[in-house]
């Protein structure tokens, strides 16, 4: 297995004690949701990937993952945190690109896997210009996406013939990896500013006193 579908596992498992609950409310998904997602994932990485001309594209890889980021932009509350989380796709997947003219095109060359070092910037930029974890998840899994697309169609202008691989052939651990990652830096920047509020709240009390 990759590090992609092992990490989806290890959400479900997550998922499934109530550890993500925080998380998700703040996505607006339930429990049930979540774990229907992840399995449709971790399911849908292992079937064949559907050929439209030459787009190769994974079910697991990119057509869930979509498919939820369509669902989470329509679910926004206002327009405002829609045209957020586009924006924060679009800068991402900007970031991603001028990412990759800093590393050899040969991966062979790179002493790691720079899929994941893809994927874990893609989430600290998603989480950066996404504002809240909905839109982090999106820009983190959407931004990638684009990226691949941008870059394909890049190639094909230039005249190269090349398949692309959608949310396939590694493409999904660096989706999964961005959007997790990004959930996670935001979680936890979160966390930690409520609790430094309710600390400086709690010590204006005490000097009300």
């Not at 959930?183 to 309710?198: A, N, P, S």
Request: glycine share 10%.
């Amino acid at each position: 297995m990759t590090i992609g579908q092992i990490t989806i596992l290890i959400v479900t498992a997550l998922i499934a004690f109530g550890v993500c609950q925080r998380v998700l409310d703040k996505m607006r998904l339930t429990d049930r949701q979540a774990l229907l997602i992840a399995l449709f994932i971790f399911i849908g990485s292992f079937l064949p990937d559907i050929p439209i001309g030459n787009v190769r594209i994974n079910i697991g890889g990119a057509v869930i993952p979509f498919l939820l980021c369509a669902y989470l932009i329509i679910g926004a509350h206002t327009a405002s945190e829609r045209v957020r989380a586009v924006t924060a796709s679009l800068v991402t997947a900007a970031a991603v690109i001028a990412l990759g003219r800093f590393f050899p095109n040969e991966p062979e060359a790179m002493p790691f896997d720079i899929n994941y070092l893809y994927g874990l910037a893609a989430g600290a930029i998603a989480c950066l210009f996404g504002r809240s974890r909905r839109a982090a998840f999106i820009a983190g899994a959407l931004g990638v996406m684009l990226a691949d697309i941008a870059e394909s169609v890049a190639l094909s202008l230039s005249g190269v013939s090349q398949t692309l691989h959608l949310g396939g052939a590694g493409a999904m651990d660096v989706i999964v990896i961005a959007a997790i990652t990004a959930v996670l830096i935001k979680e936890l920047v979160g966390e930690f500013t409520e609790r430094v509020k309710r600390g400086a709240k709690d010590a204006q009390k005490e000097a009300s006193r």
